[in-house]
């Protein structure tokens, strides 16, 4: 049976790869959304984009549920205080997501352009704006949240909704939002030909060029600002049971730095965040799609894990009263869920992942408008 700490780790993990996976399988989903009323000019057009994904977003929408079912089964305390301070984005989130299961359904029910159109704004905004919102939240977990626990372990929320988007915060925002959409554009390239194609191979490259600058500047801001990482003084065993007000955490100017210092290899996180985006960009322009959409796939890991990287062991980092920050050792689950999930999880992700795959597999190749036209009455 593995420790305690080894088992914090191994979930530190895990909720990054369900990070990643969701947000390359349905990241590139809610990318093509965003290009929708783009990339297509006419109605038949907008039908071969939507169709690119209209077999694979609900099954990609499993990596989403999965992630956060993950965060509130193995970090409680991270969940129910993030709802706590984030609840009125995470609603804007869940409303705007209502827009893509009613838009892909409901869209070709009626043939009238109106109705059409304003489905296709729906879908736009349930593609556009939670890739905004998450790489805000982002932006205000490297800047800190302002709560804090009492004695009971019940948080309070001390700052405002509109705190949340300051510069910094929807700097991240952009970042997210254009890697997104370059995920989506080199998708479209790849599954379409044409009109469509070269459209979506312009949004490609326009989308990793706005992601590299704002990557890098929010890199810089992060450097050469005002901004304060963290820094862990003392705290508790890794193996004692969790207790996020035992510790003593300090603000510090190289506390986002710290693990990069120590560890020189790290610093390739943050190159690959600049050189895939350019790549899949270079990739897509020399048609090229499958490997423009690997390379766009690696820079959207490349950019989690370089805060991710940046971050650890912090999840949510409390700017109002450092103490009360949650990290990967103190805001965890027992012992015993912890393993129980280990073992669900080594049986459902891979499940998830042969099955993605298998689906993938049998609906590869081009959408065209010829075929819609061909299968009116079947696609979407």
Known sequence: MLDYETLKLIWWGLVGVLLIGFSIMDGHDMGVGTLLPFVGRSDDERRVVI???GPHWDGNQVWFI?????????WPLVYATAFSGFYWAMLATLWALFFRPVGFDYRSKVQHPTWRKTWDWGLFVGGFVPPLIFGVAFGNLLQGVPFHFDDYLMS?????FWQLLNPFALLAGVVSSAMITMQGGSYLAHRTEGAVQQRAIRATVGAALVMVAAFVGAGLWLRLGSIQGFDIVAMPSHNAAPDPLAKTVIRSAEGWWRNYHQQ?????LPVAGVVMPLLAAGLA???RTLSAFVASSLALAAVILTAGAAMFPFVMPSSSHPASSLTLWDSVSSRMTLGLMLVVALIFVPLIVAYTSWAYRVMRGKVTVQHIRANSHTAY
């Open 51 to 53: 169709n690119t994904v």
């Open 66 to 74: 999965t992630a956060g079912g993950a965060v509130f089964a193995a």
């Open 156 to 160: 309070t929320y001390t700052g405002s």
């Open 264 to 268: 020189p290899l790290l610093w390739l």
């Open 285 to 287: 322009v020399a048609r």
